[in-house]
């Protein structure tokens, strides 16, 4: 198990760059967030032992159960939080999170706020866009976006630092599709970027084990990958 982690580990990392070097990129550009979701917590040494520090959750309490874990082993990581996320529980993965990629409304990051300004730590954000994908996650509308940021400029939130977008494509094999999703991201954030020049909003969080190779074409700047990684996941109500 330790041995194919690794060698998954190796190999992405190992494509990632080629397929931005044959895009004109500079092949240290795109990181790679290995996403543990529904992965035990022993998966997760074996990926940290391979080198891997960026991990991605998308349910609090399983998140917060497996990296206290890792924090009382002092396992460096740095957790991102990719699922939706319900205000109730801001409190708690705020503890252990370094950014949370799925703010998708204001009244979250109000939260997201007020629950780091409690504890006296900085938490980078990035804004997820709805592109095309099924369900509901994401921003669907540029003006309630644009209200989110403007209260950010505003300095009503001193502890939460935009740093980009996130968005996941459609689940389709229609590649043309897929790309629509990725392009639809990086002009938005090119947009917003030209509007609030006062963030530094480069990061183009997109690309999953299905689709990374597109995504890092159109400029992705973090590919969240769980499957290729770790294998499949199975699924259960309770970790
Ligand atoms: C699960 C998940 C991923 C990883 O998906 P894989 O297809 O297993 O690589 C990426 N992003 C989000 C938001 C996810 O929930």
Known sequence: MAEMIKENLNRIICDIKN??????????????????????????????DAGQILFGENRVQEACEKFQKLNEENIKFSLHMIGSLQTNKVRNIVKYAECIQSVDRLELLKEIEKQCAKIDRKINILFEIHTGEESKAGFQSEEDLDQTLRYCVDNNA?????????????????????????????????????KYKQFDLSELSMGMSGDYKIAIEEGSTMVRIGTAIFGERVYKKDI
Do not use: C, Y
């Open 19 to 48: 397929i931005a070097k044959n895009a004109g990129r500079n092949e240290n550009d795109v990181k790679l967030l290995a996403v543990s979701k529904f992965h035990p917590v022993e998966e997760i040494i074996e990926a940290s």
């Open 158 to 194: 001193p502890h939460v630092i935009p740093r980009g977008f996130m968005t996941m494509a459609p689940f389709t094999k229609n590649e043309s599709l897929i790309r629509k999703s990725f392009i639809t991201l990086r002009e938005l954030r090119d947009k917003f970027q030209a």
